[in-house]
């Protein structure tokens, strides 16, 4: 028996039925799981941020980190 790495849930697979690289749905939560071995049958959840890979939030996710570390140094200079 496998279990989705994301929810836990059981998924009946046959070791036999799918192949390593394989693309698989959670029946439960809907993650997209990849087949990385086969006997026995391992599953890997898929990053879902790969579909939204915009500059623009990448850019804001750095100066919020830029701020952070400037606050810390402050701190530790006073
Ligand atoms: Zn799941």
């Known amino acids: 028996m496998t279990r989705c790495p994301e929810c836990d849930a059981e998924i009946d697979l046959d070791e036999d ?3 390593e690289g ?3 749905s959670c029946p439960e939560c809907d993650s997209e799981l990849e087949v990385t071995q086969t006997h ?3 599953l890997i959840v898929l ?4 579909d ?3 500059e623009a939030t990448d ?3 750095s100066s919020v980190e830029e701020e952070e570390e ?3 140094e402050e701190e530790e200079a006073e």
């Open 17 to 19: 039925e799918v192949e």
């Open 22 to 24: 394989e693309i698989l």
């Open 40 to 42: 026995p049958v391992h």
């Open 47 to 50: 990053s879902e941020d790969e």
């Open 52 to 54: 939204e890979d915009e």
């Open 59 to 61: 850019d804001e996710e």
């Open 70 to 72: 400037d606050e810390e």
